[in-house]
């Protein structure tokens, strides 16, 4: 079992730049690929990014692309979202995610909110 500690949220202009990390417990980190989802009020959670356990192949919600990049560090058990040119739309609580094979695990989520 892994646990996920999201961090890094707060209030931002439209335009601005946030970095959400995600520190995961356990020794088996490298072994889990990573996503961000985010959930907007009265809305489904939704898929913002992944990375590979590697760190090699990353993907994105198109919404996001261009503007949001995935990265981890294996080594700090930690992966990370640099979130750039910020819109109000991107206000949600955001959250952390490990999978390996069919489990799932999530962290208790940060939010974001973007002010125009």
């Known amino acids: 079992q892994v646990q996920l500690v999201e961090s890094g949220g707060g209030l931002v202009q439209a335009g601005g730049s946030l970095r959400l990390s995600c520190a995961a417990s356990?020794?088996?980190?490298?072994?889990?690929?990573m996503g961000w989802f985010r959930q907007a009020p009265g809305k489904e959670r939704e898929f913002v990014a992944s990375i590979s356990r590697s760190g090699t192949n990353t993907y994105y919600a198109d919404s996001v692309k261009g503007r949001f990049t995935i990265s981890r560090d294996n080594a700090k058990n930690t992966v990370y979202l640099q979130m750039n040119s910020l819109k109000p739309e991107d206000t949600a609580v955001y959250y952390c995610?490990?999978?390996?094979?069919?489990?799932?695990?999530w962290g208790q989520g940060t939010q974001v909110t973007v002010s125009s």
């Open positions: 995610a490990a999978r390996r094979g069919p489990l799932v695990y």
């Open positions: 356990g020794r088996t980190f490298s072994s889990y690929a």
